[in-house]
Each structure stands twice: as structure tokens, then as C-alpha cells.
């Protein structure tokens, strides 16, 4: 039985994302444990508690294995010339990976401005809905308060027609009234001459 440790910075490569600086001596030292060794319990032991406490990426707060110094490119030649590995080297892939990196940090620049943009115009309109609805809440009071005195001022005007028509037919009634008081005083004036 033998452990191996692999490189987690080498590993971020292999799953497609860009490493800006080169590894450290450190982070490359190679672990082999063999059982035939003697006594290798306490490492295997620390190697499983470590996977038992995995960190993620971005909530790791130590140093990482990096050396931001040396371009990763410039570390790969160096590293392809030093073991000898079987492939040539492809600059302007990474070149093209640097630069579309960088077009990309461009871009989250423009979309975290853009954001910042639109919370400004959402507070401020959010400022403006506000003032709106206090608007409109001020005008449908006073709307109400108006159809509330015209209400009055149409009960008000019924009141004083219908008391204006009856007094007009009270007024049409005497004047029958008196009409027929008339007719007959003059009937009666004709009859004592």
C-alpha cells in the first residue's frame, strides 16, 4: 500500500481554469509512503483527517501554493524542460487563455459597474415610487374630500328645488284659491244689485 500527493493548484489547470502565477518549490515536494517502510499509521491517519476538513477555494484563507512572480506559461516551459515531458509546448494557447482571462475581468469590471449603475436607478426610483404614492395618496384624499362637499352641495340644491316646488304648488293652490273667492265675491256683489 503507498499514498501519492497530487498538487491542488495543478488540479484547478486540469478542471479548465487559469492559474496566474507559477507553483512553488513547496507545493511540487512529493509524498510516497510504502507500507514495508516501518510504522506509517500516524501519516495515513493525518492524510485522512485531511480529507475529512476540505476547504473550499474560495473560503481558504491561507497562502496558496503560487508564486504570482513567474508567469504560469514561463513555469510550464521551464517545468517541460526540466522533466522532459513528452509534448510540445503551445504559446499562443496560453497567451490567448491570458488574454481572454483578461477580457473577461474587463467584462465583470463593465458588469459590476453596470450593476452599481442599476442599484443607483433603482433607488432612485424607488425614491420616485414613494413620492408617487404619497401623490397619490394626498390626491385620492382630496378627491374624496371633494366628492364628499359636491355630494353636499347636490343635496343641498335638491333641497332647496323641491322646497321651491312646493311652494310653487302652494302658491298655485292659493291663487286657485283665491281666484274662487274672487268669482264668488263678484257673484255676490251681482246678486244684491
Known sequence: MCCINYNLILAQRQFGYLIRGSSTAAS????????GEGDVTGTLLHIRSSWKKV???????RALGIDREIPYHQWVTERVNQVKLPFQRIPTQLRNEEQNHDIQLGEVKKLKEEVARLKEKNV????????LQHSFAYLNREYE????????LV???RAK????YRIKQDLSAANKELTMR?????????AER
Do not use: F, P
Open 28 to 35: 511540487l515536494t512529493t509524498l510516497l509512503t510504502y507500507h
Open 55 to 61: 476547504i473550499l477555494m474560495e473560503k481558504d484563507s
Open 124 to 131: 432612485k426610483m424607488t425614491d420616485d415610487l414613494l413620492g
Open 145 to 152: 374630500e371633494k366628492t364628499e362637499a359636491y355630494e353636499g
Open 155 to 157: 343635496k343641498k340644491q
Open 161 to 164: 328645488r323641491d322646497y321651491a
Open 182 to 190: 274672487v268669482q264668488e265675491r263678484n257673484t255676490a256683489l251681482l
